[in-house]
């Protein structure tokens, strides 16, 4: 398995490097999403891959399309991403790689959450509601929701944080239809996958969506779904406990490699979250590739 943090694919145009997509364009019309091992935290790219990162992402978001075909159609070309790069490429692109239709982006953040947690559990502490949806009182930290909620946010500028946004923000963006649309497919995706989750043994906390327009104007499911990077996933053993406790359950997400950003001390002081990221220790590495791994193995299993 070969680790890529920055891919160069020189037979294809680059139309941009995310936090962990390098993009190219195939024609005018498809684009080939190459997801490296690169691991962005704070929304900062570590210096360090992850080994097998890449090709978890991309193996874990082609297994939920998969099964989720029934619920919106999705960007998958079914092409081999081998076809459109050169020989001495495909070693970059094998695994990790999805040839996917063009789309128009929707510059919305279509997050569904069945849970309170993160940025949605401090909301509610501050407001009783989330993105401008009431909730009850009472609630713990890492409670399930009376039902899985819309909670969106505006897509930032790469550098920015994403920004939550009520309903009403997304109707002015999108307008009335759409915006049902995009909630109500949301919301249904996420039921979906979290019934198919819990029966192996993992709560999907909350998770978020990215929808594109094709060109006849119809919504289509873009982007990397379900992945440990966009979901928050956690075993259900530890989680009674963590509720309990009122600590965070144990999550396949990042919260191994934050942790630890936030513990650690260069020079006495502690990371202020701005570029450059302190250096991974291989421990943290390696614990952390174990994560993902453990997460495709789970869910595949
Ligand atoms: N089918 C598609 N058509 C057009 N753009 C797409 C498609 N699927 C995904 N994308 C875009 O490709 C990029 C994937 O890269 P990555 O996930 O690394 O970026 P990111 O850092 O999360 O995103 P960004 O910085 O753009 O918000 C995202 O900007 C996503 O919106
Ligand atoms: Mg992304």
Not at 206 to 231: H, N, Q, R, W, Y
Request: net charge negative; with cysteine; aromatic share 6%.
């Amino acid at each position: 398995m070969t680790t890529v943090h920055t891919s160069s694919i020189k037979s294809l145009p680059l139309l941009a490097r995310g936090k962990v997509r390098d993009n190219y364009a195939v024609g005018d019309d498809r684009i080939l999403m190459v997801a490296s091992d690169r691991l962005s935290a704070f929304d900062v790219i570590m210096g360090e891959p992850i080994p097998g990162k890449g090709e978890i992402l991309t193996q874990m978001a082609l297994w939920w399309f998969d099964r989720l075909g029934s619920l919106c159609p999705n960007h998958l070309t079914g092409d081999a991403p081998e076809s459109v790069v050169a020989p001495d490429e495909v070693e970059q692109v094998r695994g990790r790689s999805m040839l996917v239709k063009r789309l128009k982006p929707i510059p919305v953040e279509a997050v569904v959450r069945g849970y309170l947690a993160g940025s949605g559990w401090k909301e509610y502490s501050e407001n009783q509601a989330i993105c401008g949806v009431s909730l009850p009182s009472g609630l713990r930290n890492a409670a399930q929701l009376p039902r899985p909620i819309f909670t969106p946010a505006a897509k930032a500028a790469a550098g920015a944080h994403d920004e939550n946004i009520s309903y009403d923000k997304v109707v002015e963006i999108v307008g009335p239809t759409l915006a049902q649309q995009i909630r109500d497919t949301s919301i249904a995706i996420y039921e979906a996958a979290a019934s198919i989750a819990l029966s192996k043994g993992m709560i999907i906390a909350d998770t978020k969506f990215e929808f594109g327009l094709d060109e006849s104007g119809a919504l289509i499911l873009m982007d990397e779904v379900l992945t440990p990077d966009s979901s928050r996933y956690w075993p259900i053993e530890g989680y009674e406990a963590a509720l309990d406790s009122g600590s965070n359950p144990p999550s396949y997400d990042k919260q191994f490699v934050r942790d630890w950003l936030e513990a650690t001390k260069i020079n006495g002081k502690r990371w202020d979250k701005t570029p450059p990221a302190p250096r991974l220790p291989a421990e943290v590495i390696e614990k952390t590739a174990a994560k993902y791994r453990e997460a495709l193995e789970r869910l595949t299993d």
